[in-house]
């Protein structure tokens, strides 16, 4: 069964500190995709990035960045030089690509990350 | 714009009185999902449709019913509502139940019982 676990429930960093959020996954599918959103304050959920499992580049998007490694199924994500506008919730979540039947994202419990001025 | 919308956006209730959370995709997509978020749970998945006339259970259905008469719109019915549906509710929605397609979110839809 799929299940993804954030193990850290809440950071506090002070502005400009860089910061990790650790996402470790359980699969059994050699093919699946993994994402990270993010939840700011007033609810929505923010489409970060997708990633299948074929594709173990990290990749780097601004401040953001993101390291997969299969060989330890995680899937963590980097803030660099953090501002406050990045306090907000952040979910990683797993699905497996096909399968007979529902296909359910899978989330993990969030990590709710707070930037101090 | 691609877009899913829900409505209503906030609502307090209570107990017991029926009511509908509407979901409606404009991007002609088959795959559809209701999910509920709780603090420490994270999201978890209600109910989900496959195309029109096509739903089932998710993880967390009880209390809820779905339907899908159009490809457009899939509404959530809570028939008798209790505290333990107080929760935040998002629609989804996506090409096909391939999640290599790009998944799209309501804006969530905040639900008090009391």
């Known amino acids: 069964a799929q299940k993804v676990t954030q193990a850290q429930t809440e950071i506090s960093v002070v502005e400009k500190e860089d910061v990790t959020l650790d996402c470790v996954y359980e699969?059994?599918?050699?093919?699946?995709?993994l994402f990270w959103y993010k939840q700011p304050p007033s609810g929505e959920l923010v489409f970060l990035i997708r990633?299948?499992?074929?594709?173990?580049q990290n990749e780097i998007s601004g401040r953001y960045s993101w390291n997969f490694q299969k060989s330890t199924s995680s899937f963590n994500f980097t803030i660099t030089a953090s501002q406050v506008v990045d306090s907000a919730v952040y979910f990683c979540?797993?699905?497996?690509?096909?399968?007979?039947?529902?296909?359910?994202?899978?989330f993990g419990k969030g990590t709710r990350l707070s930037v101090i001025a | 714009e691609a877009q899913v919308t829900q409505n209503p956006r906030y609502l307090i209730t209570v107990t017991g009185k029926k009511l509908t959370v509407t979901c409606s995709q404009n991007m002609n997509h088959e795959y559809m999902s209701w999910y509920r978020q709780d603090p420490g749970l994270g999201l978890r998945q209600i109910y989900y449709s496959m195309n029109v006339e096509v739903t089932d259970k998710g993880d967390v259905p009880e209390g809820y019913k779905v339907s899908r008469k159009e490809k457009r719109n899939f509404p959530l019915i809570l028939e008798s509502p209790s505290p333990n549906q107080t929760s935040l509710y998002f629609c989804a929605s996506s090409l096909s139940r391939d999640w290599g397609n790009t998944i799209y979110f309501g804006e969530g839809s905040w639900l008090t019982v009391v």
């Open positions: 699969t059994r599918d050699t093919t699946y995709y």
């Open positions: 979540a797993l699905s497996e690509a096909l399968n007979s039947g529902n296909t359910p994202l899978v």
């Open positions: 990633r299948n499992s074929f594709d173990e």
